[in-house]
């Protein structure tokens, strides 16, 4: 089997890298791994965080970019890409524009297509826009489709999709965070990130998505600002978006802050050692959330919606929107109770046990799957 492993973000290569490496030892499975390059700077710094490197790199970002045309020439680039390979199998992951136009490409064709991170809905098209119509949509187009956690197999049965066409395999993000906490067993981690608030407990913040650009992000600004102020001996830490929207609201509204450090875009091991560190994180990140139970680490998740209920289910997140009251208060609630977070430190990750590459791989070497 031919396998094409396609991602053009950070939060992809992350979460297929661990599936590419295993591919190197699958007997019967030839590897081609094809990155469109749609977050070029956050995608290489990801791709050095694994050592990995592209077999087929499209290269496709354009300063401000707008979806219709990103769209459009990840179309045409991987249709051309998939002409001159000749996979058997495309694999795509999550929800990102590129893994939704690999997969139409992939249809138009008629090359199988492999859907990791099957199944997330939060029931809503626009929130997280454009993701969760790009995530439906390749539900449509896939053969195979690698659940990661029980309701995510529940909706794809409600939508019809055939049971022995899901495999529920847990997310592949785990098994990433588990070869990290490996490494550092045998190599602590030993970057900047260690001279960032070294005698403090440490709250991580990130915020990224396009549904909460303009008012949303600026009453997450104003809710940092207040807990800034308000937990002193607390050092913050805020990896800012290279997204411009995101750029043009946090470095003048959080600028001067004597317990809040503005960063560049940090790469994985860097943000795992973060989230170690973290008494809190504020995020409004999908990955952070599933990584963060790793850890035992708390999440204020500042969205209106999640398609990752599985940590608030299991009381590892609390889901609290934009409004800068509502994210000062889920922050509190946290902070006032060490007993509680220890306690989370003693539960299993809802979203894996790391083996979730190998169950991926299995299922596509299986005989039915590549006569299919």
């Known amino acids: 089997m031919k396998l094409m492993i396609v991602f053009g973000t950070r939060p992809e290569v992350i979460k297929l890298a661990p599936v590419a490496a295993a591919a190197l030892d699958m007997p019967g499975i030839e590897r081609v791994v094809c990155s469109t390059g749609q977050h070029r700077q956050?995608?290489?710094?990801a791709l050095a965080c694994f050592g990995l490197r592209p077999d087929v790199d499209l290269d496709l970002m354009r300063a401000n970019q707008t979806l219709p045309a990103l769209t459009a020439r990840l179309i045409e680039g991987m249709t051309e890409a998939l002409q001159a390979h000749q996979p058997d199998v495309v694999m795509v992951q999550g929800d990102t524009t590129t893994a939704f136009a690999a997969a139409l490409a992939a249809f138009y064709q008629r090359i199988p297509v492999a859907h990791v991170e099957a199944g997330l809905?939060?029931?809503?098209?626009?929130?997280?826009f454009p993701e969760e119509m790009n995530r439906a949509m390749i539900s449509r187009l896939a053969r195979w489709h690698f659940t990661p956690t029980e309701p995510a197999t529940r909706n794809l049965l409600a939508e019809g999709i055939a049971a022995s066409a899901i495999t529920q395999c847990g997310n592949t993000v785990i098994d990433a965070v588990e070869l990290i906490k490996r490494q550092w067993q045998q190599r602590p981690y030993s970057g900047p990130a260690t001279a960032w608030f070294p005698d403090r407990d440490l709250v991580l913040v990130t915020t990224h998505r396009r549904e909460n650009f303009g008012q949303g992000l600026e009453n997450i600004c104003d809710a940092l600002l207040t807990l800034c102020r308000e937990y002193p001996t607390l050092g913050f830490v805020f990896p800012v978006h290279l997204n411009p929207q995101v750029q043009?609201?946090?470095r003048p509204r959080l600028a001067g802050v004597d317990n809040l450090r503005l960063l560049e875009p940090v790469d994985f091991e860097t943000s795992l050692y973060l989230q170690s560190r973290s008494v809190l994180i504020l995020t409004d990140s999908g990955g952070i959330q599933e990584e963060a139970p790793s850890f035992g680490v708390p999440c204020v998740v500042m969205r209106e919606h999640t398609e990752r209920r599985e940590?608030?289910?299991a009381g590892f997140a609390s889901l609290v929107g934009t409004d800068r009251a509502a994210i000062v208060a889920g922050a509190r609630h946290w902070l006032a109770q060490p007993a509680l977070?220890?306690?989370?430190?003693t539960r299993a990750n809802p979203y894996g046990d790391g083996r979730a590459c190998t169950r991926i791989l299995e299922t596509l070497a299986e005989p039915r799957a590549a006569s299919a």
């Open 121 to 128: 809905r939060t029931g809503d098209p626009y929130s997280p």
């Open 248 to 250: 043009a609201i946090v």
């Open 311 to 313: 940590g608030v289910d």
């Open 341 to 345: 977070r220890q306690q989370l430190a």
């Open 42 to 45: 956050m995608l290489d710094q």
